[in-house]
């Protein structure tokens, strides 16, 4: 028995975790970028108090600071279980224990909490969902997805995948992904039709090693330039 869930579950992570998933370099971090199922990760909060610019999209942010903060709660149980029982597909080299993972995680979304009612107010929190974004053609310079789609290639069908980066690069200049494995750590059989499919269409399309592996074989993020 691997790792299954139900729907998409809102879970955090946290502005260093963001950089080195996505090799964001100082000038990236100073582009106009928008992150696509960010629920309740701490890099819009993080990027904002260091005077960046962050738009993150989701449609958990219809809920209410409480409503959010319970569904975490549920979300915890549950994947701290599925996490202890899948302990080998993942590498326990930086971060050491189940716990410790526990304790890192609800401190990113504990930031995001404290920090939802003045980012929706300015606008930096959206309620939107892949694939359709409310957003005007080429608003954005990066367009990030981090452990959402590829992810839940169980969840999620294909077309919607293409579907969601088409409107992605809609937006935006470039669009990231991480990570290109599925919840058992497999390798997304969405990858390579969508390297394909986008290729055909024209993009610049690069899988890029990254500073980042906590599922094991994780390191590789996909890159699609406009
Ligand atoms: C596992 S969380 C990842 C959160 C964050 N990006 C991170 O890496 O820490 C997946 C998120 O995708 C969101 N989601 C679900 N359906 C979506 C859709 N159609 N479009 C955008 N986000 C969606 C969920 O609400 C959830 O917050």
Known sequence: MGIKYES????????????????????DLNKPILSCGDG?????SSMN???KTVV?????????RTEIENRIAETSKIVMAQTKKNQD??????????????KIRIESMKEFLS?????????????????????KSDEFDLALSSH???????????????KSIDEMLRVSKEVRI???LDMNATTSTYVNPVIDGFSRKGYDVETVRVNYEFQKGGNLMLKIIK
């Open 8 to 27: 998409v579950v809102p879970w955090g992570r946290s502005y260093p975790e963001y950089v080195d998933m996505f090799n964001l370099t100082p000038p």
């Open 40 to 44: 309740p990760a701490s890099f819009n």
């Open 49 to 51: 108090q260091k005077g």
């Open 56 to 64: 993150s999209i989701d449609p958990v942010y219809r809920l209410s």
């Open 89 to 102: 597909k993942f590498v326990w080299s930086g971060i050491g224990s189940v716990e410790e993972l526990f």
């Open 115 to 135: 920090d939802y009612e003045a980012g929706k107010h300015a606008k930096r929190y959206i309620t939107a969902e892949l694939p359709f974004l409310p957003f």
């Open 148 to 162: 959402f789609l590829f992810l839940y290639t169980e969840n999620l069908s294909l077309e919607f995948h293409l």
């Open 178 to 180: 991480f990570p290109l």
